[in-house]
């Protein structure tokens, strides 16, 4: 018995499988527009960067001789740009519960789409609201001082884009794990803290003391710090620099791997 | 359409099981409106979760519109639809960007789902409601929008969940009008489940009564209703203590089974309801019971369910849950959020 005999012919039945290019730009597009249209996200996402120059900048450069660099936001705006991209994007995985908890998310997964795309479309919108934040953020610092290689940014911006990508999707995997605010919400606190405050984002782990120093060793975010600040330097050649691309493709790779693995098992 | 052989659910929670569902064969055939009729937590929406490919079976096979469950998921997602319990759309998006966005994950042209949505719309009462976000609509219309999203590829297998859970009854009766439609219309298989019974007596072509995870009966409604032993019988007498001596008359019918006495009510089954009436009539006469009323009706798909389970579905069914056993299998987890999911 085939549907093909009993049902009359429909496009959804006969016409062209969908691609995964498509499904995920449909899922993109259908994120992107959701996001927009939300004016509180959108102040919120855009003034978060400029809050953070404008008020947390200017004590840092009293300090910046201490820091042994030339200038303070030479320093401090590549760990924002780290920061956001991590913790901007860790923080998506709410947006997935409250779709989850309206049923958007099953009734995505019953459609034919790549379970990929599904898990594609919505890291992209994270990437592209961060790329647009980090350029906002580094325009923004340029009047107050900041002075970097424009290759340097480019290639920090890149960095931070693949960050975020792999937090986003690690974000994902957890929210469609736990499917609620009351559990995924003390996770998130008890991993950031720690997190922050052993990269060196705020200020350099090279004022820490040894025993800080070495616990810090450890965290992987500490040497993507580091790298984007080599690279605001103009030290593309340095290990610093390409140690902590490395470690963001690995770290990539790795939540990827997290986020696409979680998104092809069933939702239960 | 769909033969399911076996199928069974286990959830674990906190190192308890949960048989969801226990073994599930049914067979529907193109063309056919099935109804899945059984009180809240038997197992409906986790059948019909494994049957669209959202949730794997811990046991058994099926094949669905032609494919195979576990083999061919894709296959079975492109040929059904699936109108879930809990709804489908994001409350802040529009309601016709849901039913586009929808219609593009099968491969739709924006144009064509437009054109179809837009249809659905008509179709379904929702005309001017496109640009409206489902959190400002009514229940009934979330609900109709539901529907409309997954109906907009023109699966040949739909599967409703509850589909008029929250309607009033006049758009109850449209959506029923609506389902027998896309039958007769088009040939669509229709796959769906209630707790009502006037729904899946006056929708269903075939009706699978589910309990506790089994499939406790199954066929026509009036093939179910034929399976109540006789006809049901209620005399309702003036004063209440002559209820028992009416039991004891009714009881004396030719093939009655025992009555029941509430109050001044008296409640019994006889084959052929009406002769066992005429003499019924005549016997309370000639023993001077004074009668404040006396009818006999056919068996309702509640009486099916009492005498298979000996519970009553419109007690057992309604939205507070833990109301009675549901099974020596089961757990107490029964609180409504887990079965909406
Ligand atoms: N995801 C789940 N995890 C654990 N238990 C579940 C889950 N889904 C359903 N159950 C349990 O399985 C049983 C059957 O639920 P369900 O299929 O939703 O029933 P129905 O749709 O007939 O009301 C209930 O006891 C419910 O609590
Ligand atoms: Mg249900």
Redesign the pocket.
């Known amino acids: 018995m085939s549907t093909a005999t009993t049902a009359p012919p429909s496009p959804a039945t006969t016409g062209p499988t969908s691609s995964v290019a498509r499904d995920t730009y449909t899922v993109f597009a259908r994120a992107m527009r959701m996001s927009l249209r939300n004016p509180a996200w959108l102040v919120i996402s855009l003034m978060q960067p400029i809050l953070y120059i404008v008020l947390f900048g200017p004590l840092l450069e009293p300090l910046s001789s201490q820091l042994g660099s030339g200038n303070a936001y030479q320093l401090f705006v590549p760990g924002i740009l780290v920061q956001l991209g991590i913790f901007g994007a860790l923080f998506v995985g709410f947006g997935l519960i409250a779709e989850y908890r309206a049923g958007v998310i099953e009734s995505q997964r019953v459609t034919p789409a790549s379970r990929t795309a599904l898990l594609l479309g919505r890291v992209m919108r994270d990437v592209v609201v961060l790329l647009v934040q980090g350029t906002l953020l580094v325009l923004v610092s340029i009047p107050l001082g900041l002075r970097a290689p424009v290759i340097g940014v480019v290639l920090t911006l890149v960095v931070i884009a693949l960050l975020g990508a792999a937090f986003a999707s690690v974000s994902y995997a957890l929210a469609l794990t736990l499917k609620s605010e009351d559990a995924f919400a003390p996770l998130l606190n008890a991993v950031v803290l720690p997190v922050l405050l052993l990269s060196g984002i705020l200020l350099p782990m090279t004022l820490a003391p040894g025993w800080l120093q070495a616990i810090s060793d450890v965290n992987p975010l500490k040497h993507v710090v580091e790298g984007a600040r080599s690279f605001f330097d103009g030290d593309y050649g340095s290990s610093t620099a390409w140690w902590g691309a490395g470690l963001t493709v690995a770290m990539g790779l790795l939540g990827w791997w997290f986020g696409v693995r979680r998104f092809r098992q069933e939702s239960? | 359409m769909i033969h399911a052989r076996g199928l069974a659910r286990t959830?674990r929670?906190k190192k308890q099981e949960?048989h969801?569902?226990a073994g599930v064969d049914l067979d529907v055939e193109a063309g056919e409106i099935v109804g899945f009729l059984?009180?809240?937590?038997?197992?409906?929406?986790?059948?019909?979760?494994m049957l669209t490919t959202l949730l794997a079976p811990t046991a058994g096979t099926a094949t669905v519109a032609g494919c195979d469950l576990v083999t061919d998921p894709v296959g079975v997602r492109r040929r059904i639809g699936y109108v879930s319990?809990s709804g489908a759309t994001y409350p802040d998006a529009r309601a016709g960007e849901e039913v586009v966005d929808h219609a593009r994950l099968y491969g739709i042209s924006t144009a064509e789902a437009t054109a179809r949505g837009k249809q659905l719309f008509r179709e379904l009462d929702l005309d001017g409601l496109w640009e409206r976000q489902p959190k400002s609509m009514s229940g009934g219309q979330r609900r109709r929008l539901d529907i409309a999203v997954g109906l907009v590829h023109v699966p040949g297998l739909v599967f409703l969940?509850?589909p008029t859970t929250g309607l009033d009854p006049q758009a109850r009766a449209n959506l029923w009008q609506h389902i027998r439609g896309l039958r007769e219309e088009r040939g669509t298989t229709v796959f769906l489940?209630t707790?009502y019974l006037d729904e899946a007596d006056a929708l269903c072509d075939r009706i699978l009564v589910?309990d506790a995870?089994r499939i406790v009966a199954e066929g026509t409604p009036d093939e179910l209703k034929s399976q109540v032993g006789g006809d049901v019988l209620t005399v309702t007498v003036e004063h209440a203590e002559t209820a028992g001596r009416v039991a004891a008359l009714m009881a004396a019918l030719p093939g009655a089974e025992v009555p029941q006495v509430l109050d001044t009510r008296v409640v019994g089954r006889a084959p052929q309801g009406g002769a066992a009436l005429m003499t019924l009539v005549r016997e309370l006469d000639a023993a001077g019971i004074a009668v404040a009323g006396i009818e006999s009706r056919r068996p309702s798909l509640d009486d099916v369910f009492l005498d298979l389970t000996g519970r009553s579905l419109r007690e057992s069914g309604g939205p507070a849950g833990p109301g009675g056993p549901?099974g020596a299998d089961?757990?107490a987890?029964?609180?409504p959020q887990?079965?909406a999911?």
């Open positions: 239960s | 959830f929670k949960v969801a569902v059984g009180p809240n937590g038997a197992g409906k929406t986790t059948t019909l979760r319990q969940d509850e489940t707790h589910i995870g549901a089961r757990t987890d029964k609180q887990e079965m999911r």
